[in-house]
């Protein structure tokens, strides 16, 4: 499988990129920092235990002029392309963003405006080859408004309808979308947070991506015991998570 | 729970205020901080902030391979990088790490900083030895690559030097190759101490990894028996198929304290020297199984209860003569033994050139100790022994040793010592451990 992956250098997207690069599909790495690129790319290839080199070039989520481009370079790199994977994004506190309005927009800008811009541009090229697999990382955050991730979880929520959308109207013409619902996983970006029950592994989330990938599931959760909790707290009434603190 | 009362711990189990910082970025994340941090397990304060400091730099995020040479078997990787996915990625390649601790938890950064040895020490030396080159960040903000060649001073001093002379940030090593993923394994049951020195002097000859399980708690003519396990890597071809890495059990919660007593531990101790039946094994042995058999229980840490627990390893050096192993452990006896359900001897080769790294040529003997009131004092007493036979203790293990004895212990402190100065006259490096060992400021 040929893969263009945005974010493949941090947290479950490494995971994931390894786990692919180790059964032998073809990468392609895009991100911000390509110093940082081409040592997650010499990784993957000492784990893989692979002499062939994996082919970077700068994207960043911020830039949405270059997602063409940038792209393009995956599609002539790899001699193809079957399969776009984003796990991209930020995350913050919602008492840092609510202090930081300019930030609150930024965050939002880069995980609905930009990524959905970027998919769009990754849905063109796929449907143009006729058809392949978008994989997205969203999050469980956007299920419900809830008090911890009031602005994360909209940006999130929006992203997630829109993955469904584009599932319903381009399934038939071979474009597999894919949404990737993480709950909490102890990465970086999670760090400093009291993990709650059913934290997951980076490793242990990207065996249930790869799988969903396979399989063309358009939403996955992972750990896969989040899906239940989630039904659990879509099926809570408003006046309980009013008073609930999560 | 607040910041401020946030806790961590070495493995030992002692909570200590601190609270680790994460990230991927180990150029980033070395920036201001006084210490780096591994996966913890460095029993007692070597990798806890000093008093006054919360944050320690856990490098565990950074774990990119960063070259594999098929031919040479260098390898370079970021700090963060465990042995458990090195031993995993390569064992199957025909490659295994130079030397190992006994647990595959532990990064190549930990790997360094407290210059790791293993079964194999007799042969191999420390993981230090074959250590090529380091990236660090240096305490004036520098980052820098040293090795034996380029600032020798401060890589010798690196290795071994538990994190104070700056932070490790790559490491590059010489891997081993093997012939098969598998042990060819022997293990036998031996009646006493003596006999016990004899069979590891002996089998170092033949074998490159031995080491041995000491019941500590049996007194008298079957002082120091127990069991002798002693390997080297299988001829190609021995078994077609790769060893699996193993599931594991955990222990899911602290237990209570009154789990490990006298009693019990004496009954563990007993059953694990009766129960090798026959008295001498041999087969082909999972490499898990033989190099880390307490990793199949994760947190095994926890039996020892809330109260925690330290090791205290020590060697006795050849000149201290041929009975020493047995007068520290009549001495260690008398002091009414420790409860410790495991008790670790291995012989050890030449001193390695880490500036402050623990072996010696002698015997090493391992054994934990659950903390009570009377804890500094046994750990005291214990030095007083080693002292006197001209042994040392190991850092890595170490949370009661009084500056005053590891001074008497170690002629090397000064030149450590000197090179901290030189390099970090500020002593912008500092950890739990150095502040009250080595008189840091706190």
């Not at chain 1, 997207?13 to 180790?22: D, S």
């Not at chain 2, 240096?138 to 690559?145: K, N, S, T």
């Not at chain 2, 700056?166 to 060819?184: D, N």
């Not at chain 2, 005053?404 to 390099?423: A, C, I, S, T």
Request: some cysteine; overall charge positive.
């Amino acid at each position: 499988m040929k893969v263009a992956f945005l974010g493949a250098s941090k947290g479950m997207g490494r995971a994931l990129a390894r786990r692919m690069a180790a059964r032998g599909d073809e990468l392609c790495l895009l991100g911000r920092d390509l110093e940082d690129q081409r040592r997650t790319a010499l990784d993957l290839s000492a784990r893989a235990g692979s002499s062939r080199e994996i082919p970077v070039h700068h994207c960043d989520l911020e830039q949405p002029e270059g997602f063409a481009q940038a792209l393009k370079h995956c599609e002539e790199s790899l001699a193809g392309l079957d399969c776009v994977v984003v796990t991209a994004g930020v995350y913050d506190a919602q008492e840092n963003l609510e202090a930081d309005t300019d930030w609150a927009r930024r965050l939002m800008t880069i995980n609905f405006s930009n990524t959905v811009a970027f998919c769009e541009e990754a849905r063109k090229r796929l449907l143009a080859r006729g058809g392949g697999t978008l994989c997205v990382f969203s999050s469980v955050a956007g299920e419900r408004g809830r008090k911890p991730v009031v602005i994360y979880g909209a940006s999130k929520a929006g992203l997630s309808a829109y993955l469904e959308g584009l599932d319903h109207k381009f399934r038939a013409a071979g474009l597999r979308t894919v949404c990737i619902k993480p709950g909490f996983v102890k990465t970086g970006m999670t760090a400093g947070l009291k993990p709650p029950p059913f934290a997951g592994e980076p490793d242990q989330v990207a065996g249930v991506v790869l799988r969903a990938i396979d399989k063309g599931t358009p939403v996955a959760y992972a750990p896969g015991i989040w899906a239940l909790v989630m039904l659990a707290i879509r099926s809570l009434p408003r006046f309980v998570m009013r008073k609930i603190g999560f | 729970m607040d910041a401020d009362q946030s806790t961590i711990s070495g493995w030992g189990g002692l909570p200590h205020p601190g609270r680790e910082v994460f990230s991927e970025d180990l150029v980033r994340l070395s920036k201001d901080a006084v210490l780096s941090r591994g996966l913890g397990r460095a029993y007692g304060d070597s990798a806890l902030p000093p008093p006054g400091t919360l944050d320690v730099a856990t490098t565990i995020l950074a774990d990119r391979i960063l070259a594999f040479d098929e031919q040479s078997g260098i390898l370079r990787a970021e700090a963060g990088l465990d042995l458990h996915q090195i031993n995993w990625l390569f064992l199957e390649r025909g490659w295994f790490t130079p030397v190992t601790p006994g647990t595959q938890y532990v990064t190549l950064g930990g790997m360094v900083a407290a210059d790791v040895h293993g079964k194999n020490h007799h042969v191999e030396g420390c993981f230090g030895a074959h250590v090529t080159a380091l990236l660090m960040r240096v305490a004036d903000g520098r980052i820098l690559e040293c090795s034996a060649q380029h600032e020798p001073e401060l890589f010798w001093g690196t290795i071994g030097g538990m994190g104070l002379t700056g932070h490790i940030l790559e490491v590059e090593f010489q891997m081993k190759r093997i012939p098969s993923p598998w042990i060819q394994g022997e293990s036998m049951r031996v009646p006493d101490i003596e006999e016990f020195v004899r069979l590891l002097k002996e089998s170092g000859d033949a074998w490159p990894f031995t080491m041995g399980w000491i019941d500590c708690v049996s007194t008298g003519a079957s002082l120091g028996r127990g069991i002798l396990y002693r390997g080297r890597w299988a001829e190609s071809g021995s078994r077609a198929e790769a060893p699996q890495s193993k599931r594991r059990l955990s222990v899911p919660i602290n237990l209570p304290n009154f789990t490990l007593n006298k009693l019990s531990v004496k009954l563990f101790n007993e059953s694990i020297y009766r129960t090798h039946i026959p008295s001498k094994k041999a087969g082909l042995q999972h490499p898990e199984k033989f190099f880390y058999p307490l990793d199949k229980i994760l947190h095994w840490n926890r039996i020892y209860g809330k109260r925690g627990f330290t090791q205290y390893q020590c060697v006795l050096p050849n000149s201290a003569g041929q009975g020493a192993a047995r007068r520290f452990l009549e001495f260690l006896t008398k002091q009414g033994g420790a409860s410790s359900f495991l008790c670790v001897i291995k012989d050890c080769g030449a001193e390695g050139q880490g500036m402050l790294s623990f072996p010696m040529p002698g015997i090493s003997i391992a054994l934990d100790i659950a903390v009570d009131a009377n804890t500094q004092s046994l750990v005291n007493l214990l030095n007083g022994e080693v002292i006197e036979m001209g042994g040392r203790i190991y850092l890595a293990k170490d949370a009661f040793t009084r500056p005053e004895d590891f001074r008497l212990m170690e002629p090397r402190l000064d030149q450590f010592l000197e090179l901290r100065r030189k390099w970090d006259p500020d002593q912008k490096f500092r950890s739990a451990q150095s502040v009250r060992m080595l008189g840091d400021r706190a």
